[in-house]
C-alpha cells in the first residue's frame, strides 16, 4: 500500500517542475492534433490515436499528471471542436483512464504484458463499462443495447492500441527522446535540492 501511495505523491511532485509543464503542453498540442484524425462511426463508436499522448504522459509524470492531463485535453479538444452534448461525467472517466495508465507505467518497465494488462483495465473499466453508461444517460438509451457494440469494438482495438503504443514507446526511446525528458527530470531535482 505504501508503494502505491508514494507513486501519487511522486507523481503530485511532478507538477513543480517547469520542464513537465512545458512537455505536458506539447504531448496536449499532440493529442489535441491527434484527435482530428478520428474515426467517428455513428454517436457511439469513435476511435482516436489521441490516447498516445495522455499514456506517454501518464507514463512520463505519473496517474495525477497523466489523470489532470486526459482531463485538461478532453476538455480542451470539446471546446475546439464540440461534437454533441459536453458531459462532465465522460471528462472524469478520461481522468480515471490517466491515473490508470499512470498506475502501470509510472516507473516501470515498460513490456508488451504490461501495456496489455493496462489497456484491459482501462478499457473495461473506463471505455466498456462507465463511457457506455454515460452515454446512454447521455442519449436516452440502453445500456444493454449499446454494451455489446461498445464492448467488440474495445475488444477489437485492445490488441492493436497496445501494439500502437508500445511501437511509439520504442521509437521515442530508440530516438533517445524518452532519455532525454529522464534526464531533465533528474537535474530539475537536483536542482531543487
Known sequence: ??????????SSKEFKSVRTITITAMLA???VILSRFSINYGEYIRISFSGIANEITAYLFGPVVGGVFAGVVDIINYVLNP???FCPPLTLV??????IYG???????????RILSAKFVAMLICNVFLNTLCLSLLYGNAFMAILPVRALKNLIMWPIDTVIFFIVLKAL???????MVEN?????VKTEQ
Do not use: H, P, Q, S
Open 173 to 179: 526511446e530508440g530516438a533517445g527522446i524518452l532519455r
Open 29 to 31: 498540442a499532440i493529442a
Open 184 to 188: 531533465m527530470k533528474i537535474k530539475a
Open 1 to 10: 500500500m505504501k508503494k502505491f501511495v508514494t507513486l501519487f505523491t511522486d
Open 103 to 113: 498506475c502501470f507505467f509510472y516507473k516501470k518497465k515498460i513490456t508488451i504484458g
Open 94 to 99: 478520461k481522468i480515471l483512464g490517466g491515473v
Open 83 to 85: 461534437i454533441g452534448t
